[in-house]
């Protein structure tokens, strides 16, 4: 019988650096996998990819190279005692583990830049889109304080080599980095829910839809033990940082993945489609523009006709209505949910609103038209506005 192989990544008492790899390369697939799933499903609902696509794609790039530096680093440092390691092992794990520190703020930055991102494109209220605005500026000057800051943590021109007598206080700086990192992911939480709350959505919906951006959460809440793991770095006895770098190093894994992940999760779950739904978003479609006209216009002639007001019978009387003036007056009505059945095969969870009109015409002759009563059932997707008169 043939022997087994010895493993590829053997841990020994001396060694303990491939948990570090085989952690790190797992949840880089992880995230891979979620931001080509993201672009796949953005791109069969839209039809193309958004700005939040883009800097996600970006963060995701970024991660990878992050990936291979700690990677680097753990083949020639991390898990390894410093009275074992050679001066040019060392010296690489040095240069790795600097490199991979720099990086790991890119993808943070990317991953909370896409959220904001995604929340401006949706076009919400003026304040929502200010509230953007502000987060990716406290987003962009965190993270070019924290590049600077840790790029200039030890003194030139080798700014890898870290000792205590030629830098900062590592353990506050990367304090203050952590606590601002968790402060801009409430943030970026916060945007989206209170958007949320400003639409019309069902209730149900409205939870549901905050539920996944609320599981952003994960990324604060696992930046504390990440923190906290930092303690034998700095403090052991004897110090040994290259043996005390793995928890540190896979716990900013983990989070570098989660929070790329939690960026992904709400456009898997097309969050983004049912966020429209309630949005003032939409183009009329060509039955609404005949239906007003007088419904003897063909679809190519409709746009000319409704802009220039020529309609007849029911498009010389009632007035245009315009995108904006229609979303506001809904904005101001109860919604009430009906389904059908065929609908319901087609889109799932399609807001109805059933408005009555009540239309009358005063025209002298013997043609004068009477009082005539429709019903008109609109339906609001993340694409158009479909507008069914009655018989």
Known sequence: MDELRPPLLPVSDDDHGPWIIVVSTILLILAIMATVATLISRIRVLGK????????????????LQTVCINVASFNGIGKSRFILTEASFESYQQAFYASQLLSVAVLACSKAAVAFLVFSLKPFEKIRLA????????GAWAIASLVALGLQCERPDPWRFGSNRCVNQQSLYLILALTHMLLDIIMICLPI????????????RYYISALFVIRILVPVLTVP????MQPYFHAKPLDQPWHALM????????QSVSLLCTCIPTLKRALADLQTG???????NFFEVSVSGGHSNPEEVGSKSRSGHGRRLGSTIPSISLETFSTEFRRSTPRVERTLSQKR???DVIFHSIDWDVRYEKTGPRAFPMIQDQESVQYDDLSIHHQLGP
Do not use: K
């Open 49 to 64: 990819i958004a700005v939040s696509d883009f800097v996600l794609t970006l963060g995701c790039i970024i991660f990878i």
């Open 132 to 139: 953007c605005q502000m987060a990716l500026g406290l987003i």
């Open 194 to 205: 209170t958007l949320l709350w400003q639409i019309q959505i069902m209730q149900q919906r």
């Open 226 to 229: 990440a923190i906290w793991s």
């Open 248 to 255: 540190p190093a896979i716990w900013l894994q983990l989070v």
């Open 279 to 285: 949005m003032m978003g939409g183009a009329v479609s």
């Open 346 to 348: 087609l889109r799932e």
